[in-house]
């Protein structure tokens, strides 16, 4: 597959940082930007937007150039939109003619016909803001005002969609109110996007690949998990697996979850069959046993094959990593049963998980 989105920048911003980025991505690629306040997330994706001058920057957009030494493409002709933290809608209109505003930019900078009215009612219907279109921002609960500003940006049909924490202004109510939103934008734009978020949750969520930063400089990780929860790192771990509602048992409350290639057994929620959405699974959460318990309260005991173990520096535990037909996920155990059980790499063990979250 072509690059789509190329970027080359070596940028001094202050005489504390340095921006050193250089990477590729393809259209349809959701890149999550990741790394502590400061480190220049923001500067990035103001550069590529071309609303900060970063003179020693390289941006190409399916071979088209933003900006490449003195050639720079002013901002309103880049095919692009930015969502930002409070969702940038403008006071004195309305829901409605916020959307209709920009898309009057977008009809005046460039061709007319990408836009239709069947479009833009699929993606108002989708974002579920059909009932607020005549409400002013000031009367717009802060889910909404972020729905609509994804609904803005998608109508503009961008080449780049650029995400800057659009969801930490919110509650976690909020948050989880706006997220299945934000993963249907997969499959509704082909457009590359950036989305800078301190959220590990967000990341395994939406991204397929991950910019990590420390102090300006960036480099491009393609495993998602690796990057939000590195095997060396001492915080506790814990992963994010697509599962879906296979069936109901109302008999006893409960729920069939598929997960990869592995069935499991958890109190029913309410979600209906056939509903997506991840779970969360904790390395503190999940035991290991050398036999499977069929004999305890823990509801899901499935096979594993160790993969690897990380003592922690505390010298009295490990970490430890497992293959399973739901994917990989991490036990947190103490050096006392690790080595009673003898674990190694390559033993098979049942790995026997207490609790699990579901999240959008």
């Known amino acids: 597959m072509n690059d789509y989105l190329s970027v080359s920048i070596i940028q001094r911003v202050n005489h504390k940082l340095t921006l050193e980025a250089d990477f590729k991505l393809v259209s349809g690629d959701v890149c999550g930007v990741f790394g502590e306040s400061g480190s220049g997330k923001t500067t990035l994706l103001r550069g590529i937007a071309g609303l900060n001058n970063l003179s020693f920057a390289k941006v190409r957009v399916a071979g088209d150039v933003w900006q490449e030494g003195s050639a720079i493409k002013p901002v309103h002709k880049r095919h ?13 209109l309305n829901a409605k003619q916020n959307i ?191 036999k499977q318990q069929i004999d305890s309260s823990v509801l899901n005991s499935i096979a594993s094959v160790v993969i690897d173990i990380y003592p922690m520096q505390d010298g009295f535990s490990a970490d430890v990593l497992l293959e399973t037909k739901a994917g990989k996920i991490w036990a947190s155990i103490s050096r006392y049963s690790l080595d009673r059980m003898g674990l190694v790499p390559g033993l098979s063990v049942w790995a026997n998980i207490k609790a699990v979250a579901l999240l959008p």
């Not at 692009?80 to 004195?92: E, I």
Request: aromatic share 6%; charged share 30%; proline share 4%.
């Open 80 to 92: 692009l939109a930015f969502v930002m933290q409070d969702g940038n809608l403008l006071p004195h």
């Open 100 to 290: 209709e505003y920009a898309l009057k930019r977008r009809l005046d900078a460039f061709e007319k016909s990408f836009w239709c009215k069947e479009s833009t009612e699929e993606i108002i219907e989708m974002m579920n803001i059909e009932h607020c279109l005549q409400r002013f921002p000031e009367q717009l609960s802060g889910g909404e005002k972020q729905r609509i500003a994804l609904a803005r940006a998608l109508l503009l049909k961008p080449q780049v969609m650029l995400f800057d924490e659009p969801l930490s202004a919110l509650d976690d109510g909020r948050k989880n109110e706006v997220l299945p939103y934000l993963k249907q934008l997969r499959s509704k734009t082909e457009a590359c996007i950036l989305y800078v978020t301190h959220s590990k949750q967000e990341l395994a969520s939406l991204a397929n690949k991950v910019l990590l930063v420390e102090n300006g400089k960036f480099h491009m990780c393609s495993n998602v998990e690796e990057a939000i929860f590195p095997a060396s790192e001492t915080a506790q771990k814990e992963v994010y697996l697509p599962a879906k509602v296979e069936a109901k048992v109302a008999r006893w409350g409960m729920q069939k979850i598929s997960c990869g290639e592995q069935e499991l057994l958890l109190s029913d929620d309410r979600e209906p069959v056939g509903a997506e959405f991840r779970l969360c699974i904790k390395a503190k959460d999940v035991t290991l046993s050398l």
